[in-house]
C-alpha cells in the first residue's frame, strides 16, 4: 500500500469517526418494571413514626443523547399498586379523602434530563410531577447513573441503564392533605428504575 493511499484511507476512518460521535442519535430505553420501584417515606401522627412504602407496577420511557447532554424521561406509576406492607393501609390510602385512586389512579414524572457531569452522565432531572390530578414541578436529583450491557438473565447483552433518583414534596400541594395539622405533610420519594435499550 502507498504511502499516500495510507493517509488517505487513515483521514477517511478519523472523519467517520468524527461523524460517527458527533452524530450520534438519541438512544431510546423502555423501563423495566421487574426491576424499578418508586418508594416513599410519609410521616405519621406528627413524628410518631414514619410510614414507608412502594409501588409496585411503573412504565416509562427514557431518552438518552449523551453526547448532546440531553434526554427526556417518563415514568408511570400505577398508584393502585401502593404497597406499605399493610393490606389495611393499602386499602385505607386508596379511599376517596386521601389517594381517591377511583379518580385518580396513575401518578406520572416527566422531565429532562440536566446537570450533566464530565462524563456525560446526568446528575438531575428537570420535570413536573402529577399526583392527584394536580401537575407541580418537582426536580429529582440522580444519586446514582449507570449504563453497562447486561451479561446473564433474560436481559444478556442488552444495554441497560440504571439510576436512583429522590425529591421531597409536600402532598398538601397536590391535594392530597388528609390529617393536615395532625400528620407532617413532606413526602421523601424515591425512585429505583432500571431500563433497557429499545431495539
Given at each position: 500500500?502507498?504511502?499516500?493511499?495510507?493517509?488517505?484511507?487513515?483521514?477517511?476512518?478519523?472523519?467517520?469517526?468524527?461523524?460517527?460521535?458527533?452524530?450520534?442519535?438519541?438512544?431510546?430505553?423502555?423501563?423495566?418494571?421487574?426491576?424499578?420501584?418508586?418508594?416513599?417515606?410519609?410521616?405519621?401522627?406528627?413524628?410518631?413514626?414514619?410510614?414507608?412504602?412502594?409501588?409496585?407496577?411503573?412504565?416509562?420511557?427514557?431518552?438518552?443523547?449523551?453526547?448532546?447532554?440531553?434526554?427526556?424521561?417518563?415514568?408511570?406509576?400505577?398508584?393502585?399498586?401502593?404497597?406499605?406492607?399493610?393490606?389495611?393501609?393499602?386499602?385505607?390510602?386508596?379511599?376517596?379523602?386521601?389517594?381517591?385512586?377511583?379518580?385518580?389512579?396513575?401518578?406520572?414524572?416527566?422531565?429532562?434530563?440536566?446537570?450533566?457531569?464530565?462524563?456525560?452522565?446526568?446528575?438531575?432531572?428537570?420535570?413536573?410531577?402529577?399526583?392527584?390530578?394536580?401537575?407541580?414541578?418537582?426536580?429529582?436529583?440522580?444519586?446514582?447513573?449507570?449504563?453497562?450491557?447486561?451479561?446473564?438473565?433474560?436481559?444478556?447483552?442488552?444495554?441497560?441503564?440504571?439510576?436512583?433518583?429522590?425529591?421531597?414534596?409536600?402532598?398538601?400541594?397536590?391535594?392530597?392533605?388528609?390529617?393536615?395539622?395532625?400528620?407532617?405533610?413532606?413526602?421523601?420519594?424515591?425512585?429505583?428504575?432500571?431500563?433497557?435499550?429499545a431495539e
Amino acid at each position: 500500500m502507498s504511502r499516500i493511499l495510507f493517509f488517505r484511507l487513515m483521514a477517511s476512518m478519523s472523519l467517520g469517526a468524527i461523524v460517527s460521535v458527533c452524530c450520534a442519535d438519541p438512544v431510546t430505553y423502555i423501563i423495566d418494571p421487574e426491576h424499578t420501584f418508586p418508594s416513599f417515606e410519609a410521616d405519621h401522627a406528627g413524628g410518631l413514626s414514619i410510614w414507608r412504602g412502594q409501588i409496585e407496577q411503573t412504565t416509562g420511557v427514557i431518552i438518552l443523547d449523551r453526547e448532546k447532554k440531553a434526554g427526556t424521561v417518563e415514568i408511570n406509576m400505577d398508584i393502585t399498586s401502593i404497597d406499605f406492607g399493610l393490606e389495611a393501609m393499602n386499602e385505607r390510602a386508596m379511599e376517596e379523602d386521601i389517594l381517591d385512586v377511583a379518580r385518580f389512579p396513575t401518578a406520572k414524572y416527566v422531565g429532562t434530563f440536566s446537570d450533566f457531569k464530565s462524563n456525560n452522565e446526568p446528575s438531575a432531572i428537570e420535570g413536573e410531577f402529577t399526583l392527584h390530578g394536580v401537575t407541580q414541578p418537582l426536580r429529582l436529583a440522580i444519586n446514582s447513573f449507570q449504563c453497562l450491557v447486561r451479561e446473564r438473565g433474560g436481559n444478556a447483552g442488552v444495554e441497560t441503564c440504571g439510576a436512583d433518583a429522590s425529591a421531597s414534596f409536600n402532598r398538601d400541594d397536590f391535594g392530597v392533605d388528609f390529617g393536615l395539622g395532625r400528620h407532617l405533610q413532606y413526602v421523601n420519594l424515591m425512585i429505583m428504575v432500571e431500563a433497557n435499550r429499545a431495539e
